[in-house]
């Protein structure tokens, strides 16, 4: 506890800092110096509140012009892999005569898991960057430049928000800024960019909560994740996420859109020891740098990100001298959507045997159900909890600078602008503020949901997972993909039919990287309109890349990151051709499929034969499969405990 030594009682020390300001560069220097929001008279020309009916006129003209950059990339990543039959400048020609329309729209969605999804799913976007030679060799780069749409849950969010909020740097320039071998939970605070310590985070928050906000743990994990990933001193204070929109690369469209997903809670959700947790029909709710809103027909509508916080009642601000700017803290965004308290807490007062994180209905699990009870911050099955004394200090200090308790600090609190006082709307079921938990909890911890809308029209979704549900050894069971299936089937959204997790373990679709949804048969909609899935979960290649999140995945130095990058070089590229030759190729012909349809080209000869190599061909072995315990593919002798005495871990 040594920490909160000498906890400092914030509330008798702040008074509310609600600055007059009205024009942008003074509002910046309001946000830099202090991370409350500030209120400024509101405009008058904007629409509050939109029906989801389609995407905003921002997100169309974007996308738009978004496409003639994924043109020039896609045309290049096509160039390099020079496909048997193929007319790359027939296909060229049809895209441009089609005004750019038939750009295939790709998108990368990176799951929850901790430090441990954002550090490898940082090493996947490596792997297909065009600025980095090795891709080009072979043969992947370029895709990251290809795509439309970057969505991110939980840990998986720390890449998408920071990349975008640092102009879309190379990974190698990123992560040189991160300085991320301090343990974040753990870091000394150096009073520089890289950690502040957690007194001062208290106090930022704390300038929050005396301007009129509620404040959570999401506010205090995203101001200490702001210190690794945003940019700028003091953690990024002032950094928001719809200034994204203000980045060089983003006005150029040379980055893709990025956003962020999380779940509101609703009234009637269950408890456990007073925490409530989200059913898996939940609604999800979207974070881009243009909106904050949900696609659910629950709620169907969508606000401008830059003015959320701001109180808005019937589509109107309720006070014309009192909009909010500032409360869409980049720091914030990416709390919220990493807002897990609930789980550790239930986790840890359970001693693990309650809502695993981050899976919490894994009916098929090969977990070992017979590992004993070591201590509290392990769980039945050996997992590592999230450590109980962290958890109290974090509690503690919410008591003693604000007074306030759990399980009110474990929900991050959004003023709700989509009330209305027509009481036959839905959307009044929200009240005045929404709650929101890690989407991870609503059993779909990756996040695809905002990119099977139809409005989005995706054709082709890199799904990357890394949520350690395979127990014990924390490997991926591949049930949250198929839940995404269930889901949008039961809404009616288009995805690929992905089978059970026996299935996936049985056919090593955990292990490598799997195609879903070749044959439009295998969709849920039957149709062209269902995007192809690229499935890739985290597996060793060339390292062991199970860390603990809570463990080794905090502090990481160069030399481990320079492990995991090539761990997932090596998975993206099957180790070089080495394991599988074709591969590459292969994965050219998926990306473009779903667009042959839309310009009347057909699919090749050598891309039939490679999707049905690699598609999934809709058969299943649901027989119980082996405890996964993979070896290094590209270097199957070396176990476990040998690589681990030997490696930079
Ligand atoms: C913005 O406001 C600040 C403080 O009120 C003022 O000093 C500055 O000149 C203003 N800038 C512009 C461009 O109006
Ligand atoms: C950081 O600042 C705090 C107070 O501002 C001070 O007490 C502490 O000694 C400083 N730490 C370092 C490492 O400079
Ligand atoms: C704070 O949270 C409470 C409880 O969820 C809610 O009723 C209230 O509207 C919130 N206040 C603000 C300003 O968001
Ligand atoms: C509206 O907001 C302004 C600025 O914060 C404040 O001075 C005023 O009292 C508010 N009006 C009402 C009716 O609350
Ligand atoms: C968890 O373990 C602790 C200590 O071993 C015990 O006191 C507590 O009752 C256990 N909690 C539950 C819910 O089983
Ligand atoms: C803290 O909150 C409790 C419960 O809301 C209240 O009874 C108590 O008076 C508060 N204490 C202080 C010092 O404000
Ligand atoms: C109230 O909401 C219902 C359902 O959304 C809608 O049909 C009706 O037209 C609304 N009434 C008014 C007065 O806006
Ligand atoms: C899955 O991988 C294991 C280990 O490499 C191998 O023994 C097994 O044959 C593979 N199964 C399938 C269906 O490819
Ligand atoms: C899909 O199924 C229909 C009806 O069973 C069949 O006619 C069609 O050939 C199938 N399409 C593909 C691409 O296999
Ligand atoms: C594949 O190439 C990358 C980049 O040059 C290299 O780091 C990696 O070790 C190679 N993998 C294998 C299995 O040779
Ligand atoms: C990581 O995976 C290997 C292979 O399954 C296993 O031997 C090892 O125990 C795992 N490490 C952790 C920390 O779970
Ligand atoms: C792995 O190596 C680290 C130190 O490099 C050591 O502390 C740890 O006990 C090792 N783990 C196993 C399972 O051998």
């Not at 960019?193 to 999401?218: L, P, R």
Request: proline residues 6%; negative net charge; contains cysteine.
């Amino acid at each position: 506890m040594q920490r909160f030594s000498t906890p400092i009682f914030i509330i008798s020390i702040i008074f509310g800092g609600l600055a007059k300001s009205q024009n942008e560069s003074s509002i910046d220097q309001a946000l830099s110096a202090n991370y409350a929001p500030i209120t400024v008279e509101c405009p008058t020309n904007i629409q509050w509140v939109r029906p989801a009916n389609g995407l905003s006129k921002e997100e169309v003209e974007w996308v738009s012009k978004r496409k003639v950059v994924v043109f020039d990339a896609l045309h290049d990543y096509l160039d390099r892999l020079t496909l048997e039959d193929f007319d790359l400048h027939e296909f060229a020609h049809r895209i441009k005569e089609s005004n750019y329309q038939n750009v295939p729209t790709l998108a990368m969605a990176i799951s929850g898991g901790g430090y441990r999804s954002g550090y490898t799913g940082t090493g996947i976007m490596r792997a297909m960057d065009s600025r980095l030679p090795a891709a080009n060799l072979e043969k992947i780069g370029g895709l990251l430049q290809s795509l439309t749409y970057l969505t991110g849950q939980s840990g998986g969010g720390f890449p998408v928000g920071s990349f975008l909020t640092h102009n879309f740097p190379t990974t190698d320039e990123l992560v040189q800024l991160w300085i991320s071998q301090l343990d974040a939970f753990n870091a000394v605070p150096d009073n520089s960019t890289a950690a502040g310590s957690f007194a001062s985070m208290f106090i930022d928050i704390g300038q929050k909560y005396a301007a009129g906000f509620n404040v959570s743990t999401s506010d205090f994990l995203g101001r200490d994740f702001a210190y690794e990933f945003l940019p700028g001193v003091r953690g990024g204070l002032g950094v928001t996420w719809s200034g994204i929109r203000s980045q060089s690369k983003f006005i150029s469209h040379e980055m893709p859109l990025g956003m962020v997903q999380a779940t509101a809670l609703e009234a009637d959700d269950p408890r456990y020891y007073g925490y409530q947790v989200p059913s898996s029909d939940s609604p999800f709710y979207e974070f881009t740098p243009f909106e904050f809103g949900s696609w659910d027909s629950r709620i169907a509508a969508f606000t401008p990100m830059e003015w959320t916080g701001t109180q808005i009642s019937d589509g109107t601000p309720v006070n014309s001298s009192a909009c909010v700017r500032g409360f869409d803290r980049a720091s914030f965004v990416m709390g919220t959507a990493a807002s897990a308290f609930n789980f550790w807490e239930v986790e840890d007062i359970s001693n693990g045997t309650l809502v695993p994180f981050s899976k919490r209905s894994l009916s098929q699990s090969s977990a070992s159900k017979t590992a004993k009870l070591a201590r509290r911050d392990t769980g039945p099955n050996g997992e590592i909890l999230f450590p109980a004394v962290q958890l109290a200090e974090i509690a503690f200090a919410f008591k003693e600078f604000f007074n306030l308790t759990t399980p009110f600090i474990a929900f991050p609190s959004w003023p709700n602008p989509f009330l209305t006082s027509n009481t036959s709307s839905s959307s009044t079921s929200q009240g005045e503020s929404i709650t929101f938990v890690d989407s991870s909890e609503s059993n779909q911890s990756i996040p695809v949901w905002p990119l099977i809308q139809p409005a989005r029209n995706t054709s082709f979704i890199i799904a990357y997972e890394d949520g350690p549900d395979a127990l014990p050894y924390g490997w991926i069971a591949g049930a949250n993909l198929h839940n995404s299936y269930l889901a949008a089937n039961t809404s009616g959204l288009p995805f690929p039919v992905i089978p059970p997790v026996n299935t996936l373990q049985n056919k090593n679709y955990t292990l490598k990287p799997t195609l879903f949804g070749c044959d439009i048969n295998l969709t849920t909609t039957k149709s062209s309109d269902s995007p192809i899935v690229l499935y890739i979960a985290n597996a060793p290649y060339s390292a062991y890349t199970n860390y603990t999140w809570t463990g080794q995945a905090g502090a990481f130095d160069a030399t481990q990151f320079n492990e995991i990058f090539v761990n997932s070089f090596n998975q993206l590229t099957q180790g070089n051709g080495t394991l599988e030759s074709d591969w590459t190729t292969c994965l050219g012909c998926a990306v473009i499929d779903r667009t042959l349809d839309k310009i009347g080209m057909q699919r090749t000869n050598q891309c039939q034969e490679c999707l049905q190599k690699y598609c999934w061909d809709g058969t299943y072995d649901q027989r119980t499969p082996a405890i996964l315990d993979p070896s290094l593919a590209t270097n199957p002798g070396l176990g476990y405990l040998e690589w681990n005495a030997t490696s930079a871990l």
